[in-house]
Antibody
């Protein structure tokens, strides 16, 4: 059973960089047929896709966050990470990591439990 | 970018009711359309993929259908555990972008 677990600071100051890591267990992040995404959800609002990374290191981002988001992958540690620069209060959200099955149906089949990041001084 | 619009935003219903949630796309889609259920404080859970395929372990009262620009999620007989938020999601294999609908909150009447 694949499991994903987000980790990182729960509080970030405005203008600083938000950094989160997603540890994957129960399967190899280097397996073909999957991409690894970050998705966020501001309090009381809907889901927003941030971007994803393939095991090769190729990345794709939402146009609205492309200038500030960087996703990277560390296959030796079986994890991937998100950096979001120049954060403001609008970046306060629960951040989820998720696996997308790209080999069959392009759906998010496994999710982390989510981690709340608050941007405040 | 393709925009996904769900309706209604909020739906009040009773146990045993049949309910349908609609997801409309701003342009015609391939069938890479999925539906998720989210309960408060929890991660979304995959219900339906490829517009109409039921994810393993999901009760058969959930069904999905549609093509082109209009897709639906139907719950045939609401159970107490079904009161939650529901989201549609599309993956554009051309632009490699994901889009979520804004969500539908299913409430107890």
């Amino acid at each position: 059973q694949v499991q994903l677990q987000e980790s990182g600071p729960g509080l970030v100051k405005p203008s600083q960089t938000l950094s989160l890591t997603c540890a994957v267990s129960g399967g190899s992040i280097s397996s073909g047929g999957y991409s690894w995404s970050w998705i966020r959800q501001p309090p009381g609002k809907g889901l927003e896709w941030i971007g994803f990374v393939y095991y090769s290191g190729s990345t794709y981002y939402s146009p609205s966050l492309k200038s500030r988001a960087t996703i990277s992958i560390d296959t030796s540690k079986n994890q991937f990470s998100l950096n979001l620069s120049s954060v403001t209060a609008a970046d306060t959200a629960v951040y989820y990591c998720a696996r997308m099955d790209t080999g069959y149906a392009n759906m998010f089949d496994y999710w982390g439990q989510g981690t709340l990041v608050t941007v405040s001084s | 970018d393709i925009q996904m619009t769900q309706s209604p935003s909020t739906l009040s219903a009773s146990v045993g009711d049949r309910v349908t949630i609609t997801c409309r796309a701003s342009q015609s889609l391939s069938n890479w359309l999925a539906w998720y259920q989210q309960k408060p404080g929890k991660a979304p859970k995959l219900l339906i993929y490829k517009a109409s395929s039921l994810q393993s372990g999901v009760p058969s009262r959930f069904s999905g259908r549609g093509s082109g620009t209009e897709f639906t999620l139907t719950i045939s007989s609401l159970q107490p555990d079904d009161f939650a938020a529901y989201y549609c999601q599309h993956y554009n294999s051309q632009s490699l972008m994901h889009a979520f609908g804004q969500g539908t909150k299913l409430e107890i009447k």
